[in-house]
């Protein structure tokens, strides 16, 4: 099997090669169709599937009875899946592993004809640094990821960009997962965006009830994370060279930010985003839109993109009616795909170019 190991993955930056006598061919090989051939060893077992959450690719026996294989359609981007063997869920080395769903995933990233803006080779790349910070929200050590760019001059004063992440994920995604750096790095070697720093906090923030990690992140942005990198970065500190964006989960954390403290933040953006709480709850932040001129005058860019087969899309057409109701204006797009990475990389890849455009 020609297996393509991903650049990208949080546990392992090479293929395991295996061990001769012991591991055999296991793996699998993206197929010029974009279909996948998986061939997983499983003595003994009476069922091995892949469950891309309830639709199900079943494998079969092959000549050796000690393996499993098949082909079968993941469809294109980033796909995570679940090998069930037996009925039991199990994490395969012989696969690419992530993290999503709270969990370490196996997943496989399937090519999309024409995406190669994400592509690594022929450009110089910036660096990804890991800090840890104290937070006087939740009284212990957070973490952060913080992209800077190639030929970055800590002299130079940059704008921010701050990128949340979505449920069950945390601050290492939108780099593994999300291509980010990769993507950031070709966009700026292009001069289609602006030299920024992005930031990426992990906003899956202590709590007994994990629904309230919604509303606890936002209040670690402002007390804890923001005065962090501004005392250990040079950035340029107004409202106009200051944006948030996040994905999901990390889309109403923006929207709560954002909204409620326009003086701190000139840009937005919500992937698969949530304007409105997703759960019955308050809407408070939600108060700016009752005075159009108002929010128009706050923000130069407050931009929504949702997956057309996104199983929130109901969510995404209400705040649409919302927004209508309200009488004021936001970008708005829709990008082939679900509630997964193949969209998300697509929503900032549109979204970079767009923000710190007329800041001085």
């Given at each position: 099997m020609k297996k393509t190991w991903p650049l990208d993955t949080p546990l392992s930056f090479?293929?395991?090669?295996?061990?001769?006598?012991?591991?055999g061919d296991q793996g699998w090989e993206i197929l010029p169709d974009g279909k996948v051939f998986v061939r997983i060893r499983a003595p003994r077992a009476r069922e091995v599937v892949l469950d891309q959450f309830g639709?199900?690719?079943?494998?079969?026996?092959?000549?050796?009875?000690?393996?499993?294989?098949?082909?079968?359609?993941?469809?294109?981007?980033?796909?995570?899946?679940?090998?069930?063997?037996?009925?039991?869920?199990?994490?395969?080395?012989?696969?690419?592993?992530?993290?999503?769903?709270?969990?370490?995933?196996?997943?496989?990233?399937?090519?999309?004809?024409?995406?190669?803006?994400?592509?690594?080779?022929?450009?110089?790349?910036?660096?990804?640094?890991r800090w840890t910070y104290p937070s006087s929200v939740t009284g212990k050590l957070e973490v952060c990821l913080v992209w800077t760019p190639a030929g970055y001059d800590p002299a130079r004063a940059c704008p921010v960009l701050y990128l949340q992440h979505g449920y069950g994920e945390n601050e290492i995604g939108w780099v593994y997962q999300g291509h980010l750096a990769r993507i950031a790095d070709r966009m700026l070697a292009a001069g289609e965006i602006r030299e920024m720093i992005i930031v990426m906090g992990n906003g899956m923030a202590s709590s007994p009830d994990p629904r309230k990690s919604f509303g606890?992140?936002?209040?670690?942005?402002?007390?804890?994370?923001?005065?962090?990198?501004?005392s250990h970065y040079r950035v340029l500190?107004?409202?106009?060279?200051?944006?948030?964006?996040?994905?999901?989960?990390?889309?109403?954390?923006?929207?709560?930010?954002?909204?409620?403290?326009?003086?701190?933040?000139?840009?937005?953006?919500?992937?698969?985003?949530?304007?409105?709480?997703?759960?019955?709850?308050?809407?408070d932040h939600l108060a700016l839109l009752d005075d159009p001129a108002a929010f128009h005058s706050a923000f130069r860019v407050f931009y929504r993109a949702m997956g057309t087969e996104d199983q929130y899309f109901d969510s995404f057409a209400g705040d649409d009616a919302f927004i209508a109701e309200?009488?004021?204006?936001?970008?708005?797009?829709?990008?082939?795909?679900?509630?997964?990475?193949?969209?998300?990389?697509?929503?900032?890849?549109d979204f970079l170019p767009l923000i710190f455009q007329d800041a001085e």
């Open positions: 090479d293929p395991y090669a295996g061990e001769p006598g012991r591991d639709t199900l690719h079943p494998l079969q026996p092959a000549s050796d009875p000690e393996y499993w294989e098949g082909t079968v359609d993941l469809g294109l981007g980033f796909k995570y899946f679940i090998l069930k063997i037996d009925g039991a869920d199990v994490l395969n080395p012989y696969l690419p592993i992530g993290y999503g769903c709270s969990r370490p995933m196996n997943f496989l990233d399937i090519p999309v004809p024409g995406e190669d803006w994400d592509a690594p080779e022929g450009v110089p790349h910036g660096s990804v640094a606890l992140f936002p209040r670690i942005l402002l007390a804890d994370l923001i005065p962090f990198i501004e500190t107004d409202k106009w060279h200051r944006a948030m964006a996040g994905l999901s989960m990390g889309s109403f954390q923006t929207s709560i930010t954002t909204l409620t403290h326009p003086e701190l933040f000139g840009y937005a953006g919500l992937f698969s985003g949530f304007l409105r709480s997703p759960f019955p709850g308050s809407n309200k009488q004021v204006a936001m970008i708005r797009r829709t990008f082939p795909g679900g509630h997964d990475w193949s969209v998300w990389r697509r929503c900032i890849h």
